[in-house]
């Protein structure tokens, strides 16, 4: 069983960035996709981004040319740098994959934008 774990969440100023990471607890490489998705107060969760074992990653429009989406099989991590970043980011962020059919999601990581 995988966990996966998320940090570098935290309260920036709104132009700023933040870089989170994902750390699984075991191999990630036969997690067909990794991603992340985000959960603002009182709003559905929404993905913000996609990273396949090869192929090409996926962005919510609202956060292309923003936020960048990687993964590192070796360090079994996966990132999510945010550039840019406004109060309409604000949000918990989880990071999620998929190994043999199986969904696995972190805790979750708490960005605040202050504008």
């Known amino acids: 069983q995988v966990q996966l774990v998320e940090s570098g969440g935290g309260l920036v100023q709104a132009g700023g960035s933040l870089r989170l990471s994902c750390a699984a607890s075991?191999?990630?490489?036969?997690?067909?996709?990794m991603g992340w998705y985000r959960q603002a107060p009182g709003k559905q969760r929404e993905l913000v981004a996609l990273i396949p074992d090869g192929g090409s990653t996926y962005y919510a429009d609202s956060v292309k040319g923003r936020f960048t989406i990687s993964r590192d099989n070796i360090k079994n991590t996966m990132y999510l740098q945010m550039n840019s970043l406004s109060s309409e980011d604000t949000a918990i962020y989880y990071c999620?994959?998929?190994?043999?059919?199986?969904?696995?999601w972190g805790q979750g990581t708490q960005v605040t934008v202050s504008s």
């Open positions: 075991g191999s990630i490489f036969s997690f067909s996709f």
């Open positions: 999620t994959g998929r190994s043999s059919s199986k969904y696995y």
